[in-house]
């Protein structure tokens, strides 16, 4: 795809190519415009659209290809990318002027809905909303990748596009003033009167509605046009009408939804249905803990049964998985999603990665085993909690290890025959799972055998570190190489939380390794090089920033004396994110900054640099003092939901970070209020921590319970310090207590990151077992590295670590292949330094 306009710059990265204006003002952020388009028309709309860009001051970017559109039309990478074939980015002032000659020149033409913006005019595909121009990226509380907008006032607003539109508060919609259509009294006509949501999707929406004519509950699912959109044109729309034909063929069975209603709504399509229960089992396994014996056996003879009816009327479902396994109240199991459906052996494209995935038929009819593959996988989730394993292009490896995790979650022969049966519904051989299928019907014993248990030497522990290394060099390669980096169309974040800094910082304990050195200070090189706006915090902002550089300029065999430098910001936060108290945490925090600002001291008088330490230690101390009187609080990251278990006593945003920071501080400075406040916080971190215990212990206790981050892991390396800077060996016992507890709750943590994941437990254990002398604690850490591998792609020897999306690998320290890389370093040498924990 070529477009040019004279006078003005073009180039082409993987995604997007580019025309910029040379007579633009620098922008940050400001009214955006979008044209949306299908895949087939983006030369079409091209070509009107460059006649009226050639007539503004603006930037644009577009589509490089109609392949490209249609991959961000389909949803699958971000809910915010559907629809977004031309960004136009005006000149002040002019967004109104050049929206009215993008809609008179494109009116009548179609394009999937932009969900992160609001429409022009109904009658043509321009949409509008605020948003970034310079692409400003940072790491947020949360860990997730922001695109950070800064206000007049000072206060921070997430840029990313999502599905619903946001406006920042400074902003005053220069659309506002326009008849804007109100919403609609109801669906179909006013007939469904929407009383909840569902599930929002860019495919369409899924809602629970309330039927005016019968006065019954019914489930309104909406298709919208043109999204995922494939080579033949068929689109969501396409799908609904399969699923509705399905259901058609399915009336009156027992175990799944009857069709009640059809209707169109300008382009998009909606499908009525009756409510099947207001649980999946995603959400119960989530919430009560996995399924265990006679729960177990009930939920897989229910589910079968369903299948089995399913099959007798011709229908295969290709899409059985925990979120369309749908309960009511007295428990039982319906099956919902029959979009992807075949019906007497036809049906549209698609699948599931892990569950239907492995077994997509290329060719042919689709036929029963094919759900038996499924059904293997969504007995094997409300087993364990864990998803497949996805991340190798192996379907093999990821069936094999997959069945690996299932046995660390139910080990011993009571539960050998589950074990086994689940190996054959998972079988790659269809006569194999459909012999399987038939002996969990009968009750007859399996006769599969599930892989044996990966088993630890110090040869291949030696193996894995030196491949992990490599992959590591490898993405430092990647980010520092400036062709590269001008071909992405997301910049690397360059904090220690997910970013280039918390990479560089784990491969400096590795320069005796080949090609590490000189691939560290590139990294350092290209990192302090970048021009980003970032906050004073340790782990998501500057400070961790500073430690990388510095301690990369003192491992440097060259000493780059003229190694750039960030511009030097304010040491301490002014305000929150929010415009409200500055944070205390240890993320963003000035617990973090002051730690990071301890290890700078450290670091600075090592290197006789005695001054600089000093300015270090009086930032300290101003975080202190910050704490002390309450200027910077604690502000919890997120609601109480699902997943959130010890947020508030947790390492990374909870009392347990600051905790941490008055024992450093404290232990390094001696001064005595200082440890007076250091001894009340570990105190009462102690006295909540058997609590914390007993409901990580409970039937139903989520796995977030053994995380770094806000779980027994963060708070476990808090007490091991705690019990050596104040000699209080109780702490010690009750963190060998969080340790077992963590050991528990490993073998169902589906990711293998520091992050949430089982790379933050095995950091703990090995803390525990440095500080104890046990080797119960080594053995236990063994274990967890082993439970890594049975979650990861590629052999034993060379892993494949998936981050936290679970289906890449990637580098980062939080959550990528350096964090595992830290955890499998410290096992392998028996101790050694943790990224952001003072020895």
């Not at 259509?181 to 809602?207: F, M, S, W």
């Not at 930032?619 to 202190?624: G, N």
């Not at 500080?771 to 236990?780: I, K, L, R």
């Amino acid at each position: 795809m070529t477009g040019s306009i004279a006078g003005r710059s073009g180039w082409s990265d993987d995604t997007w190519s580019y025309l910029n204006d040379p007579r633009m003002p620098a922008m940050e952020h400001g009214w955006k415009l979008h044209v949306s388009a299908r895949p087939g028309e983006l030369d079409a709309a091209l070509g009107l659209v460059l006649p009226v860009l050639a007539r503004h001051v603006c930037h644009a970017k577009w589509a490089r290809d109609p392949e490209t559109l249609r991959t961000l039309n389909s949803g699958v990478s971000s809910a915010g990318s559907v629809g977004k074939a031309i960004t136009v980015y005006p000149a002040p002032g002019t967004v109104v002027a050049l929206a009215q000659e993008l809609v008179a020149v494109l009116s009548g033409r179609e394009g999937p809905q932009i969900v992160s913006d609001r429409r022009v005019d109904p009658d043509s595909p321009v949409y509008y909303r605020y948003g970034p121009f310079s692409g400003d990226y940072r790491t947020g509380r949360s860990g997730r990748l922001e695109s950070v907008m800064t206000g007049p006032d000072g206060r921070l607003f997430d840029g990313l596009a999502g599905a619903s539109y946001r406006c920042p508060p400074w902003a005053e919609d220069p659309f506002e003033q326009r008849d804007r259509p109100h919403g609609d009294a109801g669906l179909g006509g006013g007939r469904y009167r929407v009383t909840g949501g569902i599930a929002r999707k860019p495919q369409g929406n899924v809602y629970r509605a309330l039927d005016r004519t019968s006065g019954l509950p019914v489930v309104v699912k909406q298709a919208r046009a043109f999204v995922a959109e494939d080579e033949s044109g068929a689109d969501t729309r396409d799908r609904l009408r399969n699923e509705h034909a399905v259901l058609g063929a399915l009336h009156g069975l027992r175990g799944a939804p009857r069709a009640l209603d059809y209707f169109r709504h300008r382009t998009d399509e909606y499908l009525v249905m009756t409510s099947c229960g207001d649980r999946d089992l995603r959400r119960v396994v989530q919430r009560n803990g996995p399924y265990r014996d006679d729960a177990l056996s009930e939920l897989a003879a229910g589910l079968l049964r369903v299948l089995d009816g399913i099959h007798r009327r011709g229908v295969v479902v290709r899409d059985l998985k925990p979120d369309n396994v749908v309960l009511d109240a007295s428990g039982r199991c319906h099956l919902i999603d029959f979009g992807i459906s075949a019906l007497n052996g036809a049906g549209p494209d698609g699948s599931t990665p892990g569950y239907s995935g492995p077994v997509r038929r290329a060719v042919g009819a689709a036929e029963p085993a094919d759900d038996y593959y499924a059904l293997g996988a969504t007995l094997c989730f409300a087993a364990t909690g864990m998803d497949p394993v996805i991340v190798d292009a192996d379907t093999a490896v990821n069936r094999d290890r997959t069945l690996a995790g299932l046995a660390w979650a139910l080990p011993g022969d009571e539960h050998r025959q589950f074990r086994e049966f689940i190996s054959e519904l998972m079988s790659l051989d269809p006569a194999v799972r459909t012999a399987g299928a038939e002996r969990l019907r009968t009750g007859a014993p399996a006769v599969a055998r599930t892989p044996a248990r990966l088993r630890f030497d110090d040869g291949l522990l030696e193996e894995i570190i030196g491949h992990t290394t490599a992959f590591c060099v490898e993405e430092a390669r990647r980010i520092a190489d400036p062709a590269a980096a001008a071909r992405a169309a997301v910049p690397t974040p360059i904090d220690a939380y997910g970013g280039s800094s918390g990479l560089g910082l784990e491969l400096l304990h590795h320069l005796h390794r080949p090609g590490v050195r000189v691939a560290v200070e590139a990294l350092a090189h290209w990192t302090a090089g970048q021009s980003r706006k970032l906050s004073p915090g340790f782990y998501s902002g500057r400070t961790g920033v500073e430690l990388f550089l510095t301690e990369a300029h003192g491992a440097s065999a060259a000493r780059p004396a003229a190694l750039p430098t960030l511009p030097t910001p304010p040491a301490l936060p002014a305000s929150g994110p929010d415009g409200g108290p500055p944070e205390a945490d240890l993320i963003e925090g000035v617990a973090g900054i002051g730690i990071g600002r301890l290890l700078l001291a450290r670091s600075a008088g090592a290197g006789g640099h005695h001054a600089l330490a000093d300015r270090h230690l009086a930032v300290a101390a101003e975080c202190d003092r910050m704490l002390a009187s309450g200027t910077a609080r604690l502000t919890p990251a997120g609601t109480d939901t699902v997943g959130s278990a010890a947020l508030s006593e947790g390492l990374a945003h909870g009392a347990a970070g600051v905790a941490y920071f008055l024992l450093e501080y404290g232990s390094t400075t001696g001064d005595p209020a200082a440890l007076r406040r250091a001894r009340q916080a570990a105190a009462r971190l102690a006295a909540l921590t058997p609590g914390i215990l007993a409901a990580a212990s409970a039937p139903g206790a989520t796995r977030r319970y053994g995380s770094w981050c806000r779980g027994l892991a963060g708070i476990g390396a808090v007490l091991v310090r705690a019990a050596d800077r104040l000699g209080e060996p109780g702490y010690l016992a009750l963190a060998q207590r969080a340790a077992r507890g963590c050991a528990e709750l490993a073998p169902r943590m589906p990711l293998v990151t520091q992050c949430c994941g089982l790379s933050g437990v095995g950091e703990l254990l090995v803390d525990v077992a440095t500080a104890s002398g046990s080797e119960e604690f080594w053995e236990a850490a063994e274990t967890v590295a082993a439970i890594i591998l049975s979650r990861s792609g590629g052999t034993p020897a060379r892993p494949v670590f998936p981050d936290t999306g679970l289906t890449r690998s990637s580098a980062t320290w939080a959550g990528g292949s350096a964090g595992v890389l830290a955890f499998f370093r410290r096992l392998h040498d028996r101790g050694g330094r943790r990224l952001g924990l003072i020895d």
